[in-house]
């Protein structure tokens, strides 16, 4: 089995950044692909980004693309989301999670493994 804990987000201004961290731990040599969602208040949860852990792959929804990276440390178990250039659109609780191997890469019901969240919130 394993378990994510995200840590990094907090209280940002618009136009600035913030790192997100999620730690993998147990099982982790079963885990495929890595996601970041995620949900703002009355919202869906939403699809973020991936990362593919072997090849280190990226995808990425469009209203991120280009202010968001997706990056992995296999060694250490990680994976980390660099945000930049913060609007107050982003404001959400993000959520790491494991791909159960099975679904679309953009696809919530395809993770079978989230963290707790951590929120992120962005004023104007």
């Known amino acids: 089995q394993v378990q994510l804990v995200e840590s990094g987000g907090g209280l940002v201004q618009a136009g600035g950044s913030a790192r997100l961290s999620c730690a993998a731990s147990g099982r982790t040599g079963s885990m495929y692909d890595m996601g970041w969602f995620r949900q703002a208040p009355g919202k869906e949860r939403e699809f973020v980004s991936a990362i593919r852990r072997s090849t280190g792959a990226a995808w990425y929804t469009d209203s991120v693309k280009g202010r968001f990276t997706i990056s992995r440390d296999t060694a250490k178990s990680t994976v980390y989301l660099q945000m930049n250039n913060l609007k107050p659109e982003d404001t959400a609780i993000y959520y790491c999670?494991?791909?159960?191997?099975?679904?679309?890469?953009?696809?919530?019901?395809?993770?079978?493994?989230w963290g707790q969240g951590t929120q992120v919130t962005v004023s104007s």
């Open positions: 999670a494991a791909h159960s191997g099975v679904g679309l890469i953009n696809n919530v019901q395809a993770y079978n493994v």
